[in-house]
């Protein structure tokens, strides 16, 4: 699929509605989205130890990617509770994030990761996951340039813009 908007609004009429009220009340608070922390990977062979400052801004990304989302109209977050430990993409095999994700009251599932495969290259994937089925709704695959908190920040902008970007009438 081409956007996520659409397919985050299909999410809507996937799930049952418990009369009216309820259904007018789900659209008018926007489509309930898990946004699970991404997974970070550095395979670039660089020398320094850079851990602490891709932490830092995968931390800052997520921040923002939250932070967008819940601006906009369309999207409510939500936030599962993996019980001790945050929520990470790494038990999807297993269901148990999507039964957190639903009891949270989330529609749909947003996973990810980032992989540096060079000093100047990197890979952001996303999937958009349906909570009541697991089936992956989308999945996206974008590059960008540059290891800087103005890449990383560039990226999170131009990945949220693409992720909701309405298609064209």
């Not at 996973?111 to 958009?128: C, D, F, N, P, R």
Request: aromatic letters at 6%; one cysteine or more; glycine letters at 8%.
């Amino acid at each position: 699929m081409r956007h996520l908007v659409p397919v985050l609004a299909s999410c809507l009429w996937l799930t049952p509605a418990c009369g009216r009220a309820e259904e007018s009340r789900a659209k008018a608070q926007g489509v309930a989205v898990a946004v699970i922390d991404f997974d970070y990977i550095d395979t670039s062979g660089e020398e320094r130890d850079q851990r602490m400052e891709h932490a830092a801004r995968l931390g800052g990304f997520m921040n923002a990617l939250r932070g967008d989302l819940a601006k906009s109209a369309a999207f409510r977050i939500v936030t599962p509770t993996c019980g001790s430990e945050p929520c990470e993409s790494a038990s999807l095999g297993d269901g148990s994030l999507l039964g957190s994700a639903r009891a949270a009251g989330a529609d749909i599932v947003l996973v990810g990761g980032v992989h540096k495969m060079s000093t100047l290259v990197q890979w952001a994937e996303i999937m958009v996951i349906d909570a009541a089925s697991g089936r992956v709704l989308d999945k996206k695959l974008f590059s960008f340039r540059g290891d800087t908190d103005e890449a990383w920040r560039r990226a999170e902008a131009f990945i949220f813009d693409e992720m909701t970007a309405r298609p064209p009438s």
